[in-house]
C-alpha cells in the first residue's frame, strides 16, 4: 500500500539517522591531539578492553563533549524546527527572539558587576563557574519574556512576535556595545567573544543532565504538538477551524524553544545556527510532517554537532576550535545550497 | 432535520456592523449557496457558523446546542470549514495534509484508524491516486478536491466551503461542485457555501440566502430567489435568466 511505504520509508530514514550518529560517536572519540584509534574506540566501548589511565581520562573529557553535542543538537533541531513552523518562517528559529544578544548581554553584566569574575592584569579570576551561565540565562529569559509580551499586545500574529524581536535585538545589541565601549575592558571584551563562539567543551557533568532532563520534556512536548505544526503551517485560520489555537501554541511553543535555547546558550554559547540548517536538511529527509521531521531535525542536529565538533578537534590539531566555528563554516555553504535548491 | 439554526446574528468589526439581523435553517443534506457582491458578508457568515467569530448579538445552533457553548475542539468535530486561502507548503505529501483534518479526533499521534478515515475521504473526493504527491505539484482543481477531502477527514456534520470554485477553471468548477452536491446526498451533509458565480448558485444549491451589505435581502429556492429584480437589485446590475439553460446570463 502506497501509504504504508510512505510511513516506511520516512521510520527507514530516521532509523538510518541513529545508524550514522552511533558510528560517528566512536570516530568523535577518536579525534584530536592525543591519538586514539577507531578500533581503540570500539574495543573499549564493546568488549572491555582496558586502556591506560590517560586514554580513559581523554575519552571520558571526548564522551562529555560528544554526550553535550548530541543533547544541545537536540534541543536546537527540535526548537528549530517548532519555531519555523509556529512562525511559518524558514528563517526562524529561537534565536530569531533576540536570545543570543540578550545572553551576551547578560554575561557583560556579570563581568561589569563583578558577580562574573573579577579582573587583575591579564588575569579573570571566577568566584563562582555557574555565575555566567545564570546571568546568560536570566538575560535570555528576559528578552523572550518582554518579546512575548510585546508580540501579546500586538494580537500574537507571527510578524508581531518577529517585529518586537527584532527591535528589542538591536536595543540589547546597542547596550551591549555600549558597555564594551565605556566600561569593560580588552579582556573582558576579549571573554564575551570568546563566550559567544558556542562551544561544547564548557559543559561539564552536571550541566549535562540538566540538558538531558530538558532534551527529554522538550523533546516530548514538541513531538507532541507535532501535528498542531503541521496544521499552524497551513495558516492561523485553518488551525483554528480544526480545534487548534493558534495563538496559544505560538505562545506555548515559543516559550518552550526559548527556555531550551537559553538553557543551552547558557552552558554553551551561541550556537544559532543549528537551529537554522537541520530542518532543512530534515526536510529534505522526510518532508514537512512534523511527527517525522522534528525527531529527524533532532538527529540531524545532533549528527551536525558532533561532527563539527570532531572536525574543529583536528583541523588545526592541537588547538581545538569552538564548535560554533567548524558549524557555521560547514553549514553555510549548506544552506545556501539548499536555499538555492528551493 | 434542522442542522444548522442562525438567529437574528449581529457582527461587527470594530463599530463597522458586517452583518446584521441574520436568520436562517439548514437542515441535513441540504445544500445552501450565499450569494451577495463583495464586502456583503459571505466568508463572515461562514465564520461565524464555524464559531470563528463570536456574534455580538444573536446565536447560532449547530444541532440544538448554542455554537459558543460547544468546546472549540468538539465543534471542530461537527463542523469542516474549507477557507479561500490556505498556506500551501512545500514537502507536505497529500496524505499528511488530509490527516491533518482528523486533528480533532486526535489526542497524541494518528492511528491506524485515523489514516484509513483519511483514505476514504480521499476517495470519497476521488483523489486516492494522488496519496503521495506533495500539495505543491497538484493542479487548482486538484488541490481543491484535497482541501474538501480535509475536511471530510473530520466526519463532520455540516460543511462550510467559501468560495470553492474560485481560481478553478470551468471544467473544474462543474466538477467540484458536482461533488459538494453528491457528498451532501451520500453522507447527508449539510452543507453552506459561498458563491460568486449565481448560475451556479442556482444550478448547485437547494437554497438561496441573498445578502446585501450584511442583511438578508432574501432567502428561498433558487428559482424563487434568483430572479431577475433581485440581481438587479443587489448587484446594480440588468440580467436575463434563460430557464431552459438554466442560466443566468448578464445583459450589457
Request: aromatic letters at 8%; glycine letters at 6%.
Amino acid at each position: 500500500m502506497v501509504i504504508e511505504r510512505i510511513f516506511r520509508a520516512r521510520k527507514i530514514f530516521i532509523l538510518i539517522s541513529i545508524a550514522i550518529l552511533l558510528l560517528i560517536i566512536p570516530f568523535s572519540l577518536s579525534v584530536g591531539a592525543y591519538n586514539v584509534t577507531y578500533l581503540d574506540v570500539l574495543k573499549a566501548l564493546f568488549w572491555g578492553n582496558s586502556l591506560s589511565p590517560d586514554t580513559t581520562s581523554v575519552l571520558l573529557i571526548r564522551l562529555r563533549r560528544v554526550l553535550a553535542g548530541i543533547l544541545i543538537g537536540s534541543v536546537l533541531g527540535a526548537s528549530g524546527t517548532a519555531m519555523q513552523s509556529v512562525l511559518r518562517n524558514p528563517m526562524a528559529s529561537p534565536f530569531t527572539l533576540g536570545i543570543s544578544n540578550a545572553a551576551a548581554l547578560g554575561v557583560a553584566v556579570a563581568l561589569l558587576t563583578g558577580f562574573g569574575g573579577s579582573v587583575r592584569g591579564v588575569i579573570i579570576s571566577y568566584s563562582n563557574p555557574y555565575i555566567i551561565p545564570i546571568f546568560a540565562f536570566v538575560f535570555a529569559l528576559i528578552q523572550t519574556a518582554i518579546v512575548l509580551l510585546l508580540a501579546y499586545k500586538a494580537g500574537l500574529s507571527e510578524r508581531a512576535l518577529v517585529l518586537a524581536a527584532i527591535a528589542m535585538n538591536f536595543f540589547y545589541q546597542a547596550l551591549l556595545s555600549l558597555i564594551q565601549y565605556l566600561k569593560l575592558n580588552e579582556l573582558q571584551i576579549a571573554l564575551i567573544v570568546f563566550w559567544s563562539f558556542g562551544d561544547v567543551g564548557r559543559v561539564g557533568w552536571e550541566e549535562l543532565k540538566i540538558l538531558f532532563i530538558s532534551a527529554f520534556a522538550l523533546s516530548i512536548y514538541f513531538i507532541a504538538r507535532s501535528l498542531d505544526f503541521d496544521l499552524m503551517s497551513l495558516g492561523d485560520d485553518v488551525a483554528y477551524a480544526s480545534g487548534v489555537n493558534a495563538k496559544r501554541v505560538r505562545l506555548e511553543t515559543s516559550v518552550v524553544a526559548a527556555l531550551g535555547a537559553s538553557i543551552v546558550t547558557a552552558f554553551s554559547g551561541v550556537i544559532a545556527f543549528l537551529c537554522l540548517v537541520s530542518p532543512h536538511i530534515a526536510r529534505l529527509v522526510v518532508g514537512n510532517s512534523h511527527r517525522y521531521l522534528v525527531p529527524q531535525s533532532m538527529l540531524v542536529a545532533a549528527i551536525l554537532l558532533v561532527a563539527a565538533d570532531s572536525i574543529g578537534r583536528f583541523i588545526l590539531s592541537p588547538v581545538t576550535l569552538p564548535v560554533g566555528i567548524t558549524l557555521s563554516l560547514i553549514g553555510s555553504p549548506l544552506l545556501i545550497y539548499l536555499l538555492l535548491r528551493r | 432535520m434542522v442542522i444548522i439554526r442562525v438567529v437574528d446574528v449581529e457582527v461587527r468589526y470594530d463599530s463597522v456592523k458586517a452583518l446584521d439581523s441574520i436568520s436562517f435553517d439548514v437542515f441535513e443534506g441540504e445544500i445552501v449557496a450565499v450569494v451577495g457582491p463583495n464586502g456583503s458578508g459571505k466568508t463572515t457568515l461562514l465564520k461565524i457558523v464555524d464559531g470563528i467569530l463570536k456574534p455580538v448579538k444573536g446565536s447560532v445552533y449547530i444541532d440544538m446546542k448554542n455554537v459558543v457553548d460547544i468546546p472549540r475542539k468538539q465543534l471542530a468535530k461537527e463542523v469542516s470549514l474549507v477557507t479561500q486561502s490556505t498556506y500551501v507548503v512545500p514537502g507536505i505529501k497529500v496524505i499528511d495534509f488530509v490527516l491533518t483534518g482528523r486533528r480533532p479526533h486526535i489526542d497524541f499521534m494518528p492511528t491506524r484508524k485515523d489514516i484509513e478515515i483519511s483514505l476514504n475521504a480521499l476517495k470519497a473526493v476521488k483523489a486516492d491516486n494522488l496519496v503521495d504527491r506533495d500539495l505543491t505539484e497538484l493542479s487548482s482543481g486538484e488541490l481543491q478536491r484535497i482541501l474538501i477531502a480535509r475536511a471530510l477527514a473530520a466526519e463532520p456534520k455540516v460543511l462550510l466551503l467559501d468560495e470553492p470554485t474560485s481560481n478553478l477553471d470551468l471544467r473544474f468548477q462543474i466538477e467540484i461542485l458536482n461533488l459538494v452536491k453528491s457528498l451532501s446526498r451520500e453522507k447527508s451533509l449539510a452543507v453552506i457555501m459561498s458563491l460568486h458565480d449565481l448560475t451556479q448558485a442556482y444550478r448547485f444549491s437547494d437554497k438561496v440566502i441573498v445578502l446585501k451589505n450584511g442583511r438578508v435581502y432574501t432567502i428561498g429556492r433558487p428559482d424563487e430567489v434568483l430572479t431577475e429584480n433581485v440581481i438587479e437589485d443587489v448587484y446594480q446590475v440588468r440580467v436575463r435568466i434563460d430557464r431552459v439553460l438554466k442560466a443566468i446570463i448578464p445583459v450589457v
